[in-house]
């Protein structure tokens, strides 16, 4: 008895394809294969071999023997248990602030059930610390076509409240504090926290250190656009190589 019918009915369940599919393939009628299947037939020489070669399987073992899916996925005989015993990395599950969330996370933020419904980002971050994702909203943090834009997501680490004087002044941060959510740069003098944007045009805010309710120090940053990398030495040098230039075609 020829295991053949059995065989190509389970390569086309490995494979996913229709018995259509599968006849196209090795120019069969649907039906000639549905024979095939259900073992009222068997095939050519020119049909077997042509099966044979295409997925790889010795003819002996297509017409003597009932295959595995193992087999047919080529999986060897120390693999089977293998998508078992995987230790796969879990990365930290991170709530983001966007938008149409972020009025609502700033009478909301110490509420379990509201973070757990806030969209989530997937990174592969310290387990240990907790972090919070912040979508930037405005243009406060740009400068000279620089920064950060509106659609910019930002990652922050959870900063305790007795470490923010240690922080380094000019530290990226968003801060919940009044009824705002901020992201600016962080100066701590005496008692105060000044919230400095980088657009020149934004003055400082300032408030007592007792009404910052939580703060977030940006560790990772992810760009909605291809942000420029060139640094503002070679900016300059390319300045003056243009001034020179200039100067040059004045001479003449």
């Not at 006849?23 to 259900?38: N, V, W």
């Not at 023997?65 to 990365?91: A, C, I, M, P, W």
């Not at 509201?114 to 989530?120: A, G, M, N, V, W």
């Not at 190589?241 to 004045?250: A, D, N």
Request: contains cysteine; proline residues 4%; aromatic residues 10%.
């Amino acid at each position: 008895m020829s295991f053949f019918g059995k065989n190509i009915k389970k390569i086309r369940g490995v494979k996913s394809l229709s018995q259509q599919a599968f006849a196209e393939l090795f120019d069969l009628k649907r039906g000639t294969l549905g024979a095939y299947e259900e073992g009222r037939s068997e095939p050519k020489i020119e049909t077997l071999i042509k099966i044979a070669n295409h997925f790889s399987i010795a003819i002996d073992d297509l017409l003597t023997s009932e295959l595995t899916v193992n087999q047919l996925l080529k999986f060897k005989g120390d693999f089977t248990t293998y998508t078992k015993d995987l230790k796969r990395e879990q990365f930290v599950e991170i709530p983001c602030i966007t938008d149409t969330t972020s009025s609502d996370y700033i009478t909301l933020h110490t509420k379990e059930d509201f973070i757990k419904e806030l969209p989530i980002l997937q990174l592969p971050v310290n387990p240990t610390k907790e972090f919070r994702g912040y979508t930037v909203s405005n243009l406060e943090m740009t400068s000279h076509d620089k920064g950060f834009y509106p659609k910019d997501i930002v990652i922050g680490e959870k900063v305790p409240k007795t470490v923010i004087k240690k922080l380094n002044n000019g530290t990226l941060v968003f801060v919940v504090v009044g009824d705002k959510l901020i992201f600016r740069r962080l100066y701590v003098t005496n008692n105060n926290v000044v919230l400095r944007a980088d657009h020149k045009n934004i003055e400082d805010s300032v408030y007592p250190l007792a009404e910052i309710k939580e703060i977030w120090r940006v560790r990772y940053v992810f760009f909605k656009r291809i942000p420029e990398f060139g640094s503002d030495v070679e900016d300059k040098l390319l300045s003056i190589e243009k001034e020179l230039l200039r100067m040059k075609e004045k001479l003449r």
